[in-house]
């Protein structure tokens, strides 16, 4: 994929969100506010994109998105309760009506046998739910972060329907 495919679907995503008023908050764990850069690119976007929450730390997860410690605790942060959460908290804790989120293990370490490394949970939320999915990507750290940004992306236009 590359640069265009990219642009393409942050004007889809703007194309959507603008068609039904509605903003666009962010929850970014590996791709440290990578999403939210692409996003914010596209000149026009601050009335579809309305804010993003770097939450790297299990206490920034905490802190600013409601997490619960249990939560973090019991399935750990790179997981699909957590990453439920986040969206979740993304909404709760800001004026969007939709919201991405992202946690994984980006590498090079860090990975275990259970959660390697390349694996990263995606959530989308919205107006009715939250959409989760699990993805194992290839390569470094930067081509792992760099697919989770597209798949982000790509995944909120497919499932933006049933949000």
């Known amino acids: 994929m590359s640069a265009h495919f990219i642009e393409e679907q942050v004007s889809r995503i ?19 506010g990578w999403i ?22 299990n206490l920034a997860k905490q802190d600013m998105l409601g997490v ?8 750990g942060a790179v997981s699909d309760s957590v990453v439920q959460a ?7 804790h800001s004026a969007s009506q939709y919201a991405i989120a992202v946690s994984g293990i980006a590498g090079p370490g860090g990975g275990s046998e259970h ?20 993805q194992c990507f290839k390569g470094d750290r930067d081509a792992v972060r760099y697919q989770a940004v597209e798949s982000a992306l790509q995944g909120f236009i497919q499932c933006s329907d049933l949000l």
């Open 115 to 134: 959660k390697p490394v390349g694996m990263v949970w995606l959530a989308w939320s919205g107006p009715k739910g939250v959409i989760s999915q699990c």
């Open 68 to 75: 619960s410690d249990s939560v973090l605790a019991q399935h």
């Open 14 to 32: 703007a194309e959507f969100l603008l068609a039904r008023q509605a903003m666009l908050a962010c929850a970014e764990s590996c791709t440290g």
């Open 36 to 57: 939210s850069k692409v996003l914010t690119d596209k000149a026009g976007s601050s009335a579809w994109f309305e804010r993003s929450f770097i939450t790297y730390s």
């Open 86 to 92: 986040m969206a979740q908290g993304a909404l709760s």
